[in-house]
Nanobody, 118 residues
Framework: QVQLVESGGGLVQPGGSLRLSCTAS????????MSWYRQGPGKEREFVAT????????IYADSVKGRFTISRDNAKMTVYLQMNSLKPEDTAVYYC???????????WGQGTQVTVSS
């Protein structure tokens, strides 16, 4: 099994920056990729970014491309989401997800709240 814990959420003004962290534990060697998703008020969960563990390749949603950066610290088993030039529409609960290729299973963190407001 894989367990994920997110942290780093909070309140920030439009145009500001925030960095989220997701730390994995358990059977982490089975993880193929790590992703960030978000769910705003009254909205469905949407894809934000993905990092492939084996080669570090990244994928971004068009809505965050050029503003957000996903990165990793393999020693700490942690994935980060650096968020710059934040907009009110970025307000959401941000979730970390691990994908295990062998079982084709997803594992989700508990989420962390990000609020962008004046």
């Amino acid at each position: 099994q894989v367990q994920l814990v997110e942290s780093g959420g909070g309140l920030v003004q439009p145009g500001g920056s925030l960095r989220l962290s997701c730390t994995a534990s358990g059977f982490t060697s089975s993880i193929y990729l790590m992703s960030w998703y978000r769910q705003g008020p009254g909205k469905e969960r949407e894809f934000v970014a993905t990092l492939i563990k084996s080669n570090g390749a990244t994928i971004y949603a068009d809505s965050v491309k050029g503003r957000f950066t996903i990165s990793r610290d393999n020693a700490k088993m942690t994935v980060y989401l650096q968020m710059n030039s934040l907009k009110p529409e970025d307000t959401a609960v941000y979730y970390c997800k691990a994908y295990v290729g062998q079982s084709r299973s997803d594992y989700w963190g508990q989420g962390t709240q990000v609020t962008v407001s004046s």
